[in-house]
């Protein structure tokens, strides 16, 4: 008897060394998990945080940028960026749902919040960005409205001279004054028009270029019947054929003037753009101060 008891006991002793060796064998396991899992959610944090940063900057330049080149290298910049920040959300949603942690999926609801909305932001944004309709309408306007405007001038002046030279009509000149001016002006008027952030402005903007577009023609159908030699007939064809151009080129500054996507993306970028961005950050850097505290909580 005394054999078996002590067989007994010396079993029990051993199922009892193991269970305690499997029990802290399983606390060991899970501590390292747990350590691990905090761990990968940190690392994935910070390197959310660089991307949304590379994602912004490069947006900026995007809205920035005066070449169409430009803007499409630092939208796609951007974009890449952003996408990878989707890709580590992804990654992190999955070891938050494994821990169930409340606080840390509370504020992972909360970031996600506000990460949808700056991708909704960013889509619009970005397709502004590299629209640049008013560098565009400025640049047509600067160039080849100016040109349109010098051969006009060019050949309204020598018309001028040579009226004057034979003794014409005096009405001639003062025809050609109210023709040159009105179009000056209108050409003018682009600069406004293409800053121009308002539809009402733009309205009157262009009701003004209209009138003055009526005096030009009016002034310039005048001037056809009071000038009859070959010469001052050829001056008044060259014009004629410059403030055509110029008249279809105007059309072409409005409309792109009338697109803003340079005014709409900046204003975009330094207002809605500005604000999601740091509701973002914030809840990044709360649910990163969240893992940190229960990692240093696991290792205590």
Known sequence: MSFIFAWVVGVGLVAGIAFVGLSRYSVSIHFENTVS???????LLSQMRIELF???????????????????????????????VERQRAELVK??????????????????????????????????????SNL?????????????MQR??????KLSDLSVEKGANPQIPKLVCTALTAALKIHYLHGPHISEASDARMDELEKQMAYLDEVVKNSL?????????????????????AYGNF??????????????????????SVGKKRTVTAQCEDSLTALQEAVAARTFKATR
């Open 37 to 43: 899992n905090q761990s990968k959610k940190n690392q």
């Open 95 to 132: 070891l938050i749902e494994e821990g169930k942690i409340s606080e840390e999926m509370r504020l992972l609801r909360q970031f996600d919040d506000c990460w949808s909305e700056l991708r909704k932001v960013d889509r619009v944004l970005l397709a502004f960005a590299v629209r640049n």
């Open 54 to 84: 590379k994602s912004v900057e490069a947006e900026k330049s995007a809205v920035l940028a005066d070449t169409d080149e430009d803007s499409e290298t630092f939208a796609k910049e951007s974009r890449e960026a952003s996408d990878s």
């Open 136 to 148: 565009k309408a400025g640049k047509l306007s600067f160039d080849e409205g100016g040109k349109d």
């Open 247 to 268: 008249e279809k080129l105007t059309a072409q500054v409005v409309n792109l003037s009338r697109e803003n996507s340079n005014i709409k993306s900046f204003a975009l």
């Open 152 to 157: 006009f001038e060019q050949a309204l002046d």
């Open 221 to 241: 159908d005048t001037l056809s019947g009071q000038v009859k030699d070959p010469a001052r007939l050829a001056l008044l064809s060259s014009a004629k054929d």
